[in-house]
């Protein structure tokens, strides 16, 4: 996996950008295996444990979301064994219930050094204050 906490951020929006085509396998990948890992989503809901969370990201990339995105405004704070990342994600021409949407939010991404590198325990996004 990351050897840093910079590669498991860059990681998890390449594997993202995958799963708006409909593949969760490479954003999975980049979650700890561990089972106390989060989520909290754009779509308001929330996941706790490895079983939700990998469920959640199967039902998300079967939307086939298309589009892509992208982030800006990155900033990390890095410790021995956590980190975390921050930005603003740009998701441009996704195609939800049908039509072109762009969205805009905040990301919050808490990492882990695990025994293989950096993984991903929680990930949370909200619209407000992007500007």
Known sequence: MSNSLKQAHDDLYTSLNIMLTGDAAPVLAVWSPADDISYAGPFGEFSLGRDAVVAE??????????GELAVSKVQFVEGTDLGYSMCVEHGTNHIIDGQTVNLQHRATNIFRKEADGWHLVHHHTDSSGTD
């Open 57 to 66: 990201f199967e039902t998300q990339a079967a939307r086939h979301l298309q």
